[in-house]
């Protein structure tokens, strides 16, 4: 009985102090260090007026005041749910790591499309050479003249699409948890991003068209602020308010003609809602090294 009573004496407490340590241990968190996630989903967007300035053979001239829009696919397309088709709209393509508790870096592609309205009442600037437009009969040198864009003579756009290919640094917390175990959360994200822009573009002006003119043409920078819903903490959906600053320094315009380009700069907002996954690398218990699996 002596030997029962220190044996009790010396291991209860080492019991105890396991079942303390393991009940410490961390549940799968999607802000801590270790997690893997990824999205995809959809965007709006829309853009602010801006200037465009048009250089090639025999003109070089500034559009000022243009209105553009995005140019989002219907529902009823079909794109959204044919694989073939699934990059067809404006799409919205990340992943990322958090490489410490609530601060992840990741890697997307923000598929937007920018479209020069119809009937733009813009204000022309510069110089058309004569002979170059014989389609609307623009010749000379102008300053702030106003006119109205007419598509069949005039049009450009990225619908092919403006793509945005950026890096982000994103602070995540958690706002809320629900559920036996919290399996269902509320994460909040605050991030800023900066990146290339590729652009796909198309260019209808003095009787040509040219279409799908690839170039990296510039670059940009953004901040996003946005909610994610996580479900049995693997699987999230999440929308992101976004608003950035891009610069296009040289968007090839004449697939042959390097020195046809178009210099573009402007504000854009967008919205985007995506579903994703959360997978958890390397989480840790409350000593901060011990893997939980």
């Known amino acids: 009985m002596r030997l029962l009573f220190v044996f009790l004496l010396i291991f209860a407490p080492l019991s105890a102090q396991s079942q303390t340590q393991w009940s410490k241990k961390k549940q799968k968190i999607s802000v801590a260090q270790g997690t893997l996630f990824g999205y995809w989903g959809y965007n709006r967007s829309a853009y602010t007026k801006s200037n465009l300035r048009f250089l090639g053979p025999g003109y070089d001239f500034t559009m000022q005041g243009v209105e553009a829009s995005d140019n989002p696919s219907r529902i ?38 920018y479209i020069f309205n119809d009937q733009n009442e813009v204000l022309l600037s510069g110089q058309i050479d004569p002979g170059v437009d014989t389609e609307t009969n623009l010749s000379g040198i102008y300053n702030a003249e106003p006119i109205t864009t007419d598509r069949k003579t005039f049009h450009y756009e990225n619908s092919d699409g403006l793509n945005y290919l950026r890096f982000e640094l994103t602070r995540s917390d958690l706002l809320f948890g629900f559920g036996d175990k919290k399996q269902f959360m509320i994460t909040s994200n605050l991030g800023v991003g900066a990146g290339t822009i590729l652009s796909f573009n198309d260019f209808t002006f003095a009787g040509k068209k040219n279409v799908r003119t690839i170039s990296m043409s510039g670059y940009g920078i953004s901040a996003h602020v946005g909610l994610r819903f996580e479900f049995f903490r693997h699987v999230f959906l999440q929308s992101t308010l976004s608003g950035g600053f891009h610069h296009q320094l040289a968007v090839k315009n004449r697939p042959n003609d390097p020195s046809a380009i178009t210099k573009h700069k402007y504000g854009y907002g967008e919205l985007h809602t995506v579903l994703g996954f959360l997978i958890y690398i390397r989480p840790t218990n409350s000593c901060d090294s011990c893997p939980v699996w």
């Open 76 to 113: 009823g397309s079909g794109h959204y749910i044919d694989l073939k088709k699934i990059t067809v709209p404006q799409f919205n393509a990340r992943v990322g790591y958090y490489f410490k508790d609530h601060w992840a870096i990741s890697f997307g592609y923000d598929h937007m499309k």
